[in-house]
């Protein structure tokens, strides 16, 4: 589908913390609305990582087509810029079909790279240097990649998580490689205007108690479901230094070296899964274009995918 008046694909996308039922919700929106999913979660992209992504079952997509999900080796690198040159390719090939694109996903900065048409430097890569600095980060800690980064970038060293390690090393050696720094990179590139028009979705609770409460009880499922084998059996892979990254399986590894319980270890998992899903708000509470649906208002997903719906039917 396509505005009309603006000459623009409409796309919808559904944005919110880890927990808060996006992947649900973007399945009924794409089943009303003859849609197609492509995924905007930084750790669904992985293969083997199954149960600790929560990546969706065949049976809870109900049949539609879901997108950039499951397909990159644990081993292999997969940057903000790859994400973005694939999801818009999946945008015009849905939008080819006379179909609505529905991007579904946590990882704010796939988001509003996609979205708001971020345009990256083709040579800024240095593979060599990125060892280097990883290197650096793992021996002295990632304090030393925020001083460095400040030195020349201090908006993106204050605007990067401090334990985002690859993101800060993405940072500085998009400056060392490029002589500009990722914050007039960003501010250049939106000078392209984005070819979409966006209806955004966000999901979120009223009382956090709430939240926090349906991310505690999804750790437990996924325990259940056998993380602690699937865990084990990627730690295990020399070539596993995407799962040292990820909630849900790092916070494993000290059990498995016995060095706590695994009841101290779930809990580690509940605990940061909380304080990723803040980290998801404050990113996505910058965006003023995002319709929020609080949760606690509603009795059940079809009552959410009503109101959803209005939404887009209002946004046109």
């Excluded at 990882?107 to 600095?133: A, C, H, M, P």
Aim: with cysteine.
């Amino acid at each position: 589908m396509i505005n009309k008046t603006e000459n623009k694909i409409s796309v919808v996308a559904v944005v919110g913390p880890t927990a808060s039922g996006k992947s649900g919700l973007g399945v009924e929106i794409a089943l009303r609305k003859n849609g197609e999913i492509i995924s905007a979660d930084s750790m669904q992209i992985y293969k083997e990582m199954n149960i600790g992504t929560a990546k969706p079952t065949e049976e809870e997509m109900k049949g539609v087509p879901h997108h950039l999900i499951d397909f990159v080796e644990i081993n292999q690198t997969f940057s903000v810029a790859d994400y973005v040159s694939l999801a818009s390719k999946c945008i015009s090939e849905i939008y080819e079909k006379n179909k609505l694109p529905l991007i579904v996903g946590g990882t704010g900065l796939y988001v509003n790279s996609l979205l708001n048409n971020i345009q990256f430097y083709e040579n800024d890569k240095d593979d060599k240097l990125r060892e280097e600095l990883t290197e650096k980060a793992e021996k002295e800690g990632s304090q030393v990649l925020v001083s460095e980064l400040k030195s020349f970038d201090p908006e993106s060293a204050n605007r990067i998580h401090p334990n985002n390690i690859s993101r800060l090393i993405r940072a500085i050696e998009i400056y060392r490689t490029t002589g500009v720094t990722m914050t007039e990179q960003i501010r250049k590139s939106k000078e392209k205007p984005a070819p979409y028009k966006v209806c955004y979705i966000g999901l979120d609770y009223k009382n956090r108690q709430n939240l926090y409460s349906k991310i505690n009880k999804r750790v437990d499922t996924m325990i259940k479901n056998g993380l602690i084998d699937e865990a084990r059996e990627i730690l295990n892979k020399s070539n596993s230094k995407t799962a040292l990254q990820a909630i849900g399986y790092k916070e494993l590894i000290p059990y498995f070296n016995q060095k706590c319980t695994l009841d101290e270890a779930v809990d580690n998992i509940k605990r940061e899964s909380r304080r990723y899903a803040k980290r998801q708000l404050t990113w996505f509470r910058r965006n003023e274009n995002i319709n929020w649906i609080y949760l606690d208002d509603y009795k059940n997903i079809n009552d959410v995918t009503f109101e959803a719906l209005n939404i887009i039917d209002r946004e046109g």
